[in-house]
Nanobody, 119 residues
Framework: QLVESGGGLVQPGGSLRLSCAGS????????MHWYRQRPGKQRELVAG???????NYAEAVKGRFTISRDNYKRMMYLQMESLKTGATAVYYC???????????????WGKGTKVTVSS
């Protein structure tokens, strides 16, 4: 239900915009995130955005990455600027809607899009 696009090869210092397409059900209320998994590392949170537009970022990307969403178009984006080689990873789109108890969670993952930052 989530499909990422926009990955590719970019030089250090360059920019890239990732996109995530989903259903109207997901974009109605779900909080959405971008995660990434760097080679040999665990998956980590990059940025998140609520259905109302409140955002949060990992310290490593603050000031360089911007998350946004268009609920009408059912799209989420990650604008990445001043990319470093350490940003090389598979980037995943994630959506979740939490209920009143921890076990009550409705979540979805995309299959990922690969970003390679290299000269």
């Amino acid at each position: 239900q989530l499909v990422e696009s926009g990955g590719g090869l970019v030089q250090p210092g360059g920019s890239l915009r990732l996109s995530c397409a989903g259903s109207s059900y997901i974009f109605g209320r779900h909080t959405m995130h971008w995660y990434r998994q760097r080679p040999g590392k665990q998956r980590e949170l990059v940025a998140g955005i609520t259905s109302g537009g409140t955002t949060n970022y990992a310290e490593a990307v603050k000031g360089r990455f911007t998350i946004s969403r268009d609920n009408y178009k059912r799209m989420m984006y990650l604008q990445m600027e001043s990319l470093k080689t350490g940003a090389t990873a598979v980037y995943y789109c994630h959506a979740e809607l939490r209920g009143p108890v921890p076990a009550d969670i409705d979540e979805y993952w995309g299959k990922g899009t690969k970003v390679t930052v290299s000269s």
